[in-house]
């Protein structure tokens, strides 16, 4: 596509329940990023593949955050037992061979009540 | 670990030049980025500039390097209302990920 998607735009759950969050880079990209951004705060990195593969994910802030990307294009991000502080707004974005130009997405609007 | 600074707001009137500022404090950064965000919205790849570079410009956008002091600027000619959003800064030092600051806000003034 045009762009990096994102969807949904706007997910509302109640505290404990799992969500998943999708991604579809610009094609041809084959790095893709999950970056977290609080209320006020800058992003903050989750995770980075590179092809299938999650290159780095030592952003993942605990065992209930996980991601996949097993094509090497779409990536969903999972979210098991939500808590309310895991509202944020979830970006993905994408680039070639992780080099220079990083492209993102809307973002995900995240609230856990 | 990866810290990057930025002041927080900054009001300007229509026409005007406004200049936002970033310190950062790995020195192996590769590339150093502009993001503007408008309320509601993702990130929009500004401008970037390799650190083997001192200034880049692009139509009415400038951004200074200054090595040294680790010191990164933007600065935006005629100023716009549509240039009301926040700005981030951010470094990218090869492993993959992108530090950014919290955040400028500019507010333009009609």
């Known amino acids: 596509g045009a762009g990096v998607s994102q969807t949904p735009s706007n997910k509302v759950t109640e505290k404990g329940k799992y969500v998943e969050l999708r991604c579809d880079p610009i094609?041809?990209?084959?790095?893709l990023y999950w970056y977290r951004q609080s209320l006020g705060q800058g992003p903050e990195f989750l995770i980075y593949?590179?092809?299938?593969?999650?290159?780095?994910d030592s952003g993942l802030p605990n065992d209930r955050f996980f991601a996949v990307r097993p094509e090497g294009s779409v990536s969903t991000l999972k979210i098991q037992r939500t808590e309310r502080g895991d509202s944020a707004v979830y970006l993905c974005?994408?680039?070639?061979?992780?080099?220079?130009?990083?492209?993102f997405g809307e973002g995900s609007w995240l609230t856990v009540v | 670990g990866e810290d990057v600074e930025q002041s927080l707001f900054l009001s300007v009137r229509e026409g005007d030049s406004s200049v936002i500022n970033c310190t950062y404090t790995?020195?192996?950064?590769?590339?150093l980025y502009w993001y503007k965000q408008e309320p509601g919205a993702g990130l929009q790849l500004l401008t970037y500039?390799?650190?083997?570079?001192d200034m880049k410009q692009d139509q009415r956008l400038t951004v200074l390097l200054n090595k040294k002091d680790k010191h990164l600027s933007l600065r935006i000619a005629d100023t716009q209302t549509g240039d009301s959003a926040i700005y981030f800064c951010?470094?990218?030092?090869?492993?993959?990920?992108?530090?950014f600051g919290k955040g400028n806000q500019v507010v333009v003034i009609p």
């Open positions: 500039i390799f650190s083997n570079m």
């Open positions: 790995d020195s192996s950064s590769t590339y």
């Open positions: 593949f590179q092809g299938t593969g999650a290159a780095d």
């Open positions: 974005a994408s680039s070639q061979r992780g080099t220079d130009t990083i492209y």
């Open positions: 951010a470094e990218y030092y090869g492993n993959n990920r992108l530090a």
């Open positions: 094609s041809g990209h084959t790095a």
